[in-house]
């Protein structure tokens, strides 16, 4: 049995219930996070809830727990779900008020988390790689923040998957910004590049993990403008998140990048992901 937290209180998911009156139901007024876990202890949970904070405050609501408060309840909702690896979705709302475009006065926000079993990374999936095509991302302009609003990043993946893709890869005035669900990196002459942070994109836990990971073993990587250009001749590209990890793009708009296979710098990067993963699982203390 599924148990969520729900504005203070742990419940079956059956009986978790929120009023149709919601800001977040209403207007989309709220932010997000997903967090895994493994081994019970949420993992990188300091970036996470730094992440979930900067959301808060881009959105001007004020965080409802302290780090230890979000820690504590965190800890608390994986105890109460089965499996050792989970994912938690942790979505909070500016609360439930009447209709009304401006915000509402002494309004408690609604604080809802759940917990699921974390799917396992598909190794064949994973290095047989994915196509991808590209779209004018029609986002707003603070992509930055990790909000529920993902509307037009529906729209963007269902059209990539209409036309027999696995994401959208989006771009803005010529530039790469990110996936419609994903980061997006590639790789030119050896080098490993990826979008600078900015209000064009969500800084991704993952992401930063892989810079952090290039970084300690001498892969080298730079953050830096994509070009649509230098994207289509790319020798290798990937798309990254929390769930996927890291996936090879070997098509692109229908045409084959590099030889049509995941590169070898993916090989090495991937490996490294893992070993740091098989760390984690066996105990290593958590970054």
Sequence with gaps: MTIVYLNGAFLPLKKATVSPLDRG???GDGVYEVIPVYRRRPFRLPEHIDRLEHSLRGIRLASPLSYDGW????DELVLRNAGDDQSIYLQITRGVAARDHSFPVDCPPTVFAMSTPLPEAKPASSSA???AI???DIRWQHCDLKTIALLPNILLRQQAIEAGAAEAI???D???TEGAASNVFCVVSGMLITPPKGPRLLPGITRDL???LAAAHEVACREQVLTTETLAAADEIWLTSSTKEIVPVIRLNGTPIGDGTPGPVW???NRLYQDFKRQVHAGAPLP
């Design 174 to 176: 010529g530039q790469v």
């Design 267 to 269: 090989s090495r990067m």
């Design 134 to 136: 590209t779209l004018e």
């Design 170 to 172: 989006l771009v803005r």
């Design 71 to 74: 820690q504590s309840v965190l």
């Design 210 to 212: 892989i810079v952090e």
């Design 25 to 27: 139901f209403m207007f």
């Design 129 to 131: 790689g994915v196509g």
